[in-house]
T-cell receptor, first 115, second 117 residues
Framework: SQTIHQWPATLVQPVGSPLSLECTVE??????LYWYRQAAGRGLQLLFY??????ISSEVPQNLSASRPQDRQFILSSKKLLLSDSGFYLC??????????????FGQGTRLTVV | AQTVTQSQPEMSVQEAETVTLSCTYD???????LFWYKQPPSRQMILVIR??????QNATENRFSVNFQKAAKSFSLKISDSQLGDAAMYFC??????????????FGTGTRLTIIP
């Protein structure tokens, strides 16, 4: 069966420090991968999605970047964190195909607090 | 651009009763998917139910069912026999369909459901 791992679960970082959140998927190949951010009391905002290795699409301009160095690995990064980067970050995957694998599966999330 | 609107930030229901959560969406597409996700206090996003727009029959999953009104672009979730474990944030989501299969999910802002014992 497929599983998705996301870490760390909680992170407190000072302003200006770098960030690296990692997400890996097991039990499938060539998944679509997504990074979402959920601000307090709000819905999910798509940050990045990837349909393949080194293929990253950004949805919103921001202080963050994403990379996909391997098929099932998706990394969210920042060189210098801002206070506004605080939030709950969720990684998700979905299988390729138009009518197959319709829903996305989410990781446990990372709560990032920038202080 | 597609948008998803959940107009009820909070709802509450007595245990064992029925509650309906509302969702409307805006799209120019004719073929798409709609989803309801549940986010309990653990923050894990869990799929509750999905509906394919080309299917007229409303989807059901045990105590969960939807009322899909395509012309009105409405997609409500009905929870029957509410249980304490149903307490969570519920998100409505939309995904269009294309030949590439890589479309994103667009989420509403969520409805926080409280179950009253």
């Amino acid at each position: 069966s497929q599983t998705i791992h996301q870490w760390p679960a909680t992170l407190v970082q000072p302003v200006g420090s770098p960030l690296s959140l990692e997400c890996t998927v097991e039990g499938t190949s060539n998944p679509n991968l997504y990074w979402y951010r959920q601000a307090a009391g709000r819905g999910l905002q798509l940050l990045f999605y990837s349909i393949g290795i080194d293929q990253i699409s950004s949805e919103v301009p921001q202080n963050l970047s994403a990379s996909r160095p391997q098929d099932r690995q998706f990394i969210l990064s920042s060189k210098k964190l801002l206070l506004s980067d605080s939030g709950f970050y969720l990684c998700a995957w979905r299988g390729q195909g138009v009518r197959m694998n319709t829903e996305a599966f989410f990781g446990q999330g990372t709560r990032l607090t920038v202080v | 651009a597609q948008t998803v609107t959940q107009s009820q930030p909070e709802m509450s229901v007595q245990e064992a009763e029925t509650v309906t959560l509302s969702c409307t969406y805006d799209t120019s597409e004719s073929d798409y998917y709609l989803f309801w996700y549940k986010q309990p206090p653990s923050r894990q996003m869990i799929l509750v139910i999905r509906q394919e727009a080309y299917k007229q029959q409303n989807a059901t999953e045990n105590r969960f069912s939807v009322n899909f009104q395509k012309a009105a672009k409405s997609f409500s979730l009905k929870i029957s026999d509410s249980q304490l474990g149903d307490a969570a944030m519920y998100f409505c989501a939309y995904r269009r369909i294309s030949n590439f299969g890589n479309e994103k999910l667009t989420f509403g802002t969520g409805t926080r459901l409280t179950i009253i014992p």
